[in-house]
């Protein structure tokens, strides 16, 4: 009966992870991708309750660090980019070629951004004089007004943050949360008086990342990423790395520092307490949609998703199971919803006049963390049967029910959280070393597909590249949590506790 | 001095309401409009939370209507429009030539829809094949999909919802909140079995409006609008109207009934108990970020904003007043705030060190509904001095605190409801009436600027061509409260309980 519930609703096994993941996405409703534009899903009201929530969770952190919510307009007037684009050709010249570049000229049509956007050069019948783009990030539209914002020492820090959505013109392969070309999009851009205000901001940065991901049950590889593959304008960038169930590390969070890069192009400037005028520090974090790609990659398995309570769009799903329609058992289901509904949880009632085996299917593939039942054998006995989507059946006394389910809700999310470091362990695997040979530099042993490798490294560019072109892999960056003992490098055997990975990005 | 920190700041009095509205909503920090394209406001913290809480009280009553909430796509390609052109062309010339629409032959150029719209014709350095526009709003994307989700009457009715950035090519002058490029826009789609089906969500949609109209405590005229204002496609249009204080009536909501003409163009249909084919019958809802400007016109006075608590960003504000530093009032503030804010308040603690004259003008323009102060004095005698934005001030015992305050916001709303009711009275008034004249109609005595009219109706099309064209004002259409006795039509003296209002638009 399982097997051909589940053959009917087509799951494949998550073992063949790239057909799975766009598969389930469907069968649990989050979204429909036949919209007739490629990258651009409607989100179905399961999958937006899940995004909200996620998003509720990232309001609660802002507020909590004295972040404010604003909204700039989606429209970017093409003139406001000369300024962006001459920090960022600036800045890449400046690293090429080894100077500083305030002593570089720039050439305007350098920068690769308008690639990547949506123009809209008309509207209604008219020819606009001036073409304007969807925002891919708002570094532009909002730099452009914090000048007006900023004058002195007091208005400092700026921490703003908004959830938009964003838009970039993605020419790879679609999929759906992972790569889009509308974007769900939080970002925050913060403004300080010095090098150390922007430090401290990014420290906090981390902080709820880790908060995030706690929330989330999953972990990530967070990364100081390489200067080649550093932000436009950022001084550094910091990125939070999950790896997906198919060895494909998934960048699901950024956060730069970016010293006083962009207030220089912007004249974001303010007076200290000196009376003196300074240029700003600033940073940006961003998050996206991805982060529920995550969740569906990390958590889900054969039998369809599973959701971290937190983010749950329906915790506990409760239905009676009667042979005949018992008044009595609906009225005690009402009961525990009720209770249940007053405390807090998002709870459904599935009182559908269908197989109770069709309704497990269901609410195992939209991955409902919590079942609960009652027959009239149960209610004679005083008690519930709950049942775990992380696994794990039981009768318990109804008089407990808060407990018991509170109980549930923290025994899954750490059951959650076990399963997906056991994960990460399987995925990150150490790299098997490298030699050099008279042919070049030779791997010590053929790597597997769809792992992450890990290994000590003290080089330079030119070693990033040797590794990088053996492996066909990617570096992810200076790992934020480096050995605790010195290693030797892969490459120049110098001993150092800097951990690097090496991996195949999304 | 408070005439000094007024005129400091710049509010012009709200007599001169065209003056006072943008200046209030940048000195309030509710928008920021220096931003570089016409009719894109910044949305600052304060306005956007505002907003918030207006859409958390939409979201509110769709929850309890049994809506979901979708996320379509913003960009809809240009062909999907084919469908929409030939409904909306068609019923516009079987309006005109007084026929049945499915007579008629049909021009794909005649929908005005295209002049609205901003396009994408160009992404990267790429010309599109398919053009693109931003959604002005989203029947065309949704139903497009409806026909893949509805296939059996047991799919229906199917009741969903969106709050999403909408676009239209403004040409008029715009205005924060009520005629803006970038919108932020709200639009409730259903599809029903039958014509009966689409009657009850219209009159659910007529509850949801009298409900959000309570909270945010005015009134408003509800009026089916006449044929020729009647949105394209729809059967006919309800439109709920403010009126703002310089007399003008602004459209905050409008719900359309579709019968079962969009369906036939889009060709959603679905399998009746009976096994037969049937066409659905839709209404959609729409509002917009007018609200907030209907709140800020309809309750703000010389000082600023008032809003009512409901959607208050801050809805009390907490300071102490003490020559010097007094730890024991900072505590009794903290408490207080504290108190409050676990009640479900939404509180702020305003201990900056300037005169109290100040903070008083900033919380006024703010429109915080309830402010509350605390000296050494009051410490000693276990009060609180308690001063709402609607006017009265008092001292209070601190142990009926909660008491005190619920009471007070329930005032609060009462008195503005009440002012608001009256401000409605003075501004409808009775029409004067209309003769024929050898020089055709005259008005019985000059109309005064500035205000709504209202008559009995019993005329046709060319009777209100009459009456428009004598006054220069616009009909808004059956209001939705008729006379309870007949009265005289003004043209054609046929006795009837119809009752009409001419107005100035916005």
Redesign the interface.
């Known amino acids: 009966m399982a097997s051909r519930d589940k053959a009917k609703r087509g799951i494949p096994s998550k073992e063949d992870f790239n057909l799975w993941y766009p598969a389930i996405v469907e069968i649990a409703d989050l979204v429909?991708k036949?919209?007739?534009?490629k990258g651009?899903?409607?989100?179905?009201?399961y999958g937006?309750?899940a995004m909200?929530l996620i998003d509720g969770l990232t309001r609660a952190e802002m507020d909590r660090t004295g972040h404010?919510?604003?909204?700039?307009?989606?429209?970017v007037?093409e003139d406001?980019l000369e300024k962006e684009n001459k920090l960022v050709s600036l800045l890449k010249m400046a690293r090429e070629q080894g100077v500083d570049p305030s002593e570089l000229r720039l050439d305007e049509d350098d920068a690769g951004f308008?690639?990547?956007?949506?123009?809209?050069?008309?509207?209604?019948?008219n020819e606009l004089d001036l073409p304007?783009f969807?925002r891919p990030t708002s570094e532009t539209?909002m730099y452009?007004?914090f000048p007006?914002?900023v004058r002195s020492h007091s208005d400092l820090p700026l921490k703003t943050f908004q959830i938009?959505?964003t838009?970039r013109?993605e020419?790879k392969q679609t999929r759906s949360f992972i790569r889009v070309r509308?974007i769900?999009f939080f970002e925050a851009h913060t403004a300080h008086k010095d090098q150390s205000g922007a430090d401290a901001q990014i420290k906090e940065d981390a902080i709820i990342v880790q908060n995030l991901l706690h929330d989330l049950c999953f972990p990530a590889l967070i990364s100081k990423r390489p200067v080649w593959d550093t932000f436009p304008g950022a001084w550094y960038s910091n990125a939070v790395d999950v790896v997906m169930p198919n060895g494909r590390t998934l960048q699901v969070a950024t956060y730069h520092h970016y010293k006083d890069q962009w207030a220089k192009a912007f004249e974001l400037k303010y007076e200290d307490v000196n009376g003196e005028t300074k240029f700003c520090h600033q940073t940006t974090f961003g998050m996206s949609e991805r982060m529920l790609g995550a969740i569906v990659g990390m958590h889900g398995d054969d039998s369809g998703l599973i959701f971290p309570p937190k983010v749950a769009p329906i915790q506990i799903v409760i239905m009676p199971v009667a042979e005949h329609l018992d008044d009595n058992v609906i009225l005690k289901v009402k009961n525990i919803a009720e209770q249940l509904h007053s405390n807090g949880y998002r709870v459904r009632v599935d009182d559908r006049d269908i197989r109770p085996g069709a309704k497990h299917y269901d609410w195992e593939i939209k991955g409902v963390p919590i079942r609960i039942e009652v027959g009239p054998r149960d209610l004679k006995s005083g008690q519930f049967v709950m049942t775990l989507r992380t696994g794990g059946k039981d009768s318990h006394d109804s008089n407990l029910l808060l407990e018991i389910v509170s109980q549930a809700i923290g025994d899954i999310e750490s059951e959650l959280r076990q399963r997906s470091s056991e994960h990460m362990k399987k995925f990150v695997v150490k790299f098997p070393g490298i030699t050099e040979t008279d042919n070049g530099w030779k791997l010590n042993s053929p790597l597997e597909e769809g792992k992450v490798y890990e290994f000590a490294f003290d080089g330079n560019d030119s070693h990033a590249e040797i590794l990088e072109k053996a492996t066909g892999l990617t570096f992810l960056g200076d790992c934020s949590e480096p050995y605790s003992e010195p290693q030797p490098c892969v490459v120049t055997g110098k001993m150092t506790t800097n951990k690097q990975h090496l991996a195949r990005m999304y």
Do not use: Q, S
């Open positions: 429909d036949r919209y007739p534009i651009m899903d409607v989100w179905k009201p937006w309750k909200m404010e919510e604003y909204n700039f307009p989606l429209l007037p406001l308008k690639k990547e956007v949506y123009w809209v050069k008309h509207a209604g019948e304007m969807l539209p452009t007004m007006l914002w938009v959505n838009f013109y020419t509308e769900h």
